[in-house]
């Protein structure tokens, strides 16, 4: 079984993730709650966002895969954005993942080949109003990736997801009525909205061995509409 360490995971992308693939894999989970996480094959260690650290004596000596699932929707004019902001949302998206990242480095050089799965989203490939805050921290991921990839490979593969709008509580407030679900859906190519599901496929095929010959690709989950457009 491969150790897979999540950091967030108890809800949203996160947890649809995990369900997929704790029958089959030694999960942790480290998150401020563990509510959704009963009944599930999971170990959970608390993690708060704020702190940005966790106790890293409670992971297994080997890692075989990581997800940092954490995220932010910060979503206004840029006039009305101060550089707090910007720094909040890149701590929250980028800086948080590689201080991580940077703690269990050992432990995922230890595994025969190691996954990463990051979290980008298409308003860093598309330009969109109000995302310059959301798509400067993602677009760092996304560059970050692509540099990690050449310098660890073979040892550790690593490649991001970048979704469209998706259901999940984070994104609540953007879908929160009928109206607000069908403008968004009819937006994208194939008319409606992600799902954490959707998401989660993703992330278990690239944490899987069908994707042993992966590493630095950006891959848009998004409902086509990064590449297509049909209005």
Same mark, same amino acid.
């Given at each position: 079984?491969?150790?897979?360490?999540?950091? +967030?995971?108890?809800? +949203?992308?996160?947890?649809? $993730?995990? @369900?997929?693939?704790?029958?089959?894999?030694?999960?942790?989970? /480290?998150?401020?709650?563990?509510?959704?996480?009963?009944?599930?094959?999971? !170990?959970?260690?608390?993690?708060?966002?704020?702190?940005?650290? =966790?106790?890293?004596?409670?992971?297994?000596?080997? *890692?075989?895969? =990581?997800?940092?699932?954490?995220?932010?929707?910060?979503?206004?004019?840029?006039?009305? *954005?101060? &550089?707090?902001?910007?720094?909040?949302? =890149?701590?929250?998206?980028?800086?948080?993942?590689?201080?991580?990242?940077?703690?269990?480095?050992?432990?995922?050089?230890?595994? @025969?080949?190691?996954?990463?799965?990051?979290?980008?989203? %298409?308003?860093? @490939?598309? +330009?969109?109003?109000?995302?310059?805050?959301?798509?400067?921290?993602?677009? &760092?991921?996304?560059?970050?990736?692509? $540099?990690? /990839?050449?310098?660890?490979?073979?040892?550790?593969?690593?490649? #991001?997801?970048?979704? $469209?709008?998706?259901?999940?509580?984070?994104?609540?407030? *953007?879908?929160?009525?009928?109206?607000?679900?069908?403008?968004?859906?009819?937006?994208?190519?194939? !008319?409606?909205?992600?799902? /954490?599901?959707?998401?989660?496929?993703? #992330?278990?095929?690239?944490?899987?061995?069908?994707?042993?010959?992966?590493? +630095?690709?950006?891959?848009? %989950?998004?409902?086509?509409?990064?590449? *297509?457009?049909?209005?």
């Amino acid at each position: 079984m491969k150790n897979i360490l999540f950091i +967030g995971g108890s809800t +949203g992308i996160g947890l649809a $993730s995990i @369900k997929k693939l704790q029958a089959e894999n030694n999960i942790i989970a /480290a998150s401020r709650t563990n509510e959704n996480l009963s009944g599930l094959n999971v !170990k959970h260690i608390y993690f708060d966002v704020q702190e940005g650290n =966790f106790d890293a004596s409670q992971l297994p000596e080997t *890692l075989d895969g =990581f997800v940092y699932c954490l995220g932010s929707i910060n979503l206004k004019p840029f006039k009305s *954005l101060k &550089a707090e902001n910007f720094q909040e949302d =890149f701590q929250i998206n980028f800086l948080g993942m590689i201080s991580i990242l940077q703690q269990i480095l050992p432990k995922l050089l230890l595994s @025969k080949q190691a996954s990463i799965v990051l979290f980008s989203s %298409v308003a860093a @490939k598309n +330009g969109l109003p109000f995302h310059t805050s959301i798509a400067a921290s993602k677009g &760092a991921i996304e560059g970050f990736a692509k $540099s990690f /990839a050449a310098e660890y490979a073979p040892k550790i593969r690593i490649n #991001v997801i970048a979704p $469209s709008l998706t259901e999940t509580p984070l994104s609540e407030k *953007l879908l929160n009525n009928d109206i607000k679900k069908e403008k968004s859906a009819e937006r994208h190519p194939l !008319k409606r909205v992600g799902k /954490a599901e959707d998401i989660a496929a993703m #992330v278990n095929f690239l944490l899987s061995e069908e994707s042993s010959w992966i590493t +630095g690709q950006i891959y848009g %989950v998004d409902g086509g509409i990064s590449t *297509l457009n049909t209005n």
